[in-house]
């Protein structure tokens, strides 16, 4: 049993979506494009799934953040695919890929073979298993990636209702999490080994500042200390959590947010893999010319750092997936991925966007006790990294283009005074 497209997308996520969107744009004949997807719904805004998903009231639900809402452009409902002559395999697992074969075997042994594939796997969540914890399986610990660990949070959270929720990690599933469980008038814990939250890109004057709002909505932090086991009861739910450092907190829920691994297994071996990613040229074209990786799994060129990076953001698979896409229909016409990183989160009533590297010294601006404040990263004395809390949309842009500048910055006295008045200036 097998059937051929001419491009396949692997994978259902973000990516997804906008490659498929992109083919569309650029007239690709019916019949030729297939998405296989393991979930059962077709493409939508995951980032959805720890902010508006886990509102108490009017919550965000399918189809309104199916792709691709969050760049302003049509809604990707599975009609959009039918009437666009897109074949959605969904629910459907890909078990094994044979590169030279050019042909993927599903878990239900159908064997689907393309002539372009574009690999959009992205990543799981880690496990605390992985960490020498056990309890994941317990019906009250719960993940968040896809939309079938969503259902399962807001469920876990209802039945909850008042109750102690401690959440594991201090990045952003954590700290969106905490917000809504917050938000749901649990009593909310974060547990993290690291100084501060959000410590890969926060420092810890702006960590200070969102952990002081966390805390004035109930939020507890118990930081530098990590989880070391669950105590059960006889159904098997956890009733506590155990901390290194001694302590055991209540619990009626657990949410773990500790990192994700990218979904590369299927091409071990057969592509040529980096920074834990698929690695690929700024073309989004793997070392199989027949295949290329975008979004959480790609590790691609980042023009701006000359290095090569894989990113974990939404922004970054939306447009990777629009270049691979141009990259295929329209070679001569396309370059190499010119991509200037971006990040943002949304928690409580707060925004925030970073854009470019947090490395070399930093310089704060802005007020810290009102709404808008932010920071500059200086790096062999260019500017490489801008972060602005509670922005306007041409503030963002001021200092999206700043960053993308890399302007040669001679005084920071300077620089610190005139604030966000300097990428404004620019
Ligand atoms: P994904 O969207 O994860 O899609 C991967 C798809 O591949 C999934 O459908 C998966 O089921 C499928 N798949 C994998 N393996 C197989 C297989 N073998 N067979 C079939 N299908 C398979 N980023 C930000 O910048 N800002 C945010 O505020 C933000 N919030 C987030 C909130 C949450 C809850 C999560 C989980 C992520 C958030 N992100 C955010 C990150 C962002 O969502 C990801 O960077 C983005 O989804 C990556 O897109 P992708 O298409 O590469 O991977």
Request: aromatic content about 10%; charged content about 20%.
């Amino acid at each position: 049993m097998g059937r051929a497209f001419v491009y396949v997308i692997l994978g259902g996520g973000v990516a997804a979506g906008y490659a498929a969107h992109e083919f569309v744009k650029r007239g690709v004949p019916h019949g030729e494009l297939c998405i296989i997807s393991e979930e059962s719904v077709a493409p939508y805004e995951r980032p959805a799934l720890s902010k508006g998903y886990l509102l108490p009231e009017d919550p965000a639900r399918l189809p309104s953040f199916h792709c691709c809402i969050g760049s302003n452009e049509e809604k990707l409902t599975p009609k959009y695919y039918k009437e666009h002559g897109i074949e959605l395999i969904l629910n459907t697992q890909v078990k094994s890929a044979d590169v030279r074969r050019n042909t993927l075997q599903t878990a239900t042994g159908e064997t689907i073979s393309y002539k372009i594939l574009i690999v959009a796997t992205g990543a799981r969540p880690l496990k605390l298993e992985e960490f020498g914890v056990s309890g994941s399986d317990a019906a009250n610990v719960c993940y968040l990636r896809d939309m079938a660990d969503a259902e399962r949070l807001v469920n876990v959270m209802q039945s909850s209702s008042g109750g102690n929720a401690i959440v594991i990690g201090g990045g952003y599933i954590g700290m969106e999490c905490a917000a809504s469980l917050a938000i749901n008038k649990l009593n909310v814990t974060m547990v993290f080994p690291e100084a501060h939250c959000m410590a890969r890109l926060f420092t810890p004057k702006i960590a200070s500042y969102y952990e002081e709002f966390y805390k004035s909505r109930g939020v507890k932090f118990i930081k530098g200390t990590m989880l070391t086991s669950f105590d059960f009861n006889t159904d098997g739910k956890v009733t506590a959590v155990n901390l290194r450092d001694g302590s055991k907190l209540p619990a009626d829920m657990v949410v773990i947010g500790i990192g994700i691994r990218p979904n590369t297994s299927l091409f071990e071996g057969q592509l040529t893999l980096e920074k834990g990613g698929i690695k690929v040229n700024g073309r989004m074209q793997s070392s199989n010319g027949s295949i290329y990786a975008v979004g959480d799994v790609a590790a691609f060129p980042v023009k701006i750092f000359g290095e090569i990076r894989r990113l974990e953001h939404v922004d970054c698979a939306r447009k990777s997936a629009r270049h691979a896409v141009a990259a295929i229909m329209e070679p001569e016409k396309t370059g190499e991925f010119d991509y200037l990183p971006f990040f943002y989160s949304r928690v409580f009533t707060l925004s925030w966007q970073f854009y470019g590297d947090n490395i070399g010294d930093v310089f704060h601006f802005g007020d810290f006790s009102g709404k808008t404040f932010g920071a500059y990263w200086i790096h062999n004395g260019h500017l490489v990294g801008s972060f602005l809390e509670g922005g306007t949309k041409e503030q963002y842009e001021a200092i999206a283009q700043a960053t993308r500048l890399k302007p040669a910055i001679e005084d920071v006295t300077e620089l610190e005074r005139q604030g966000l008045g300097f990428a404004l200036s620019m």
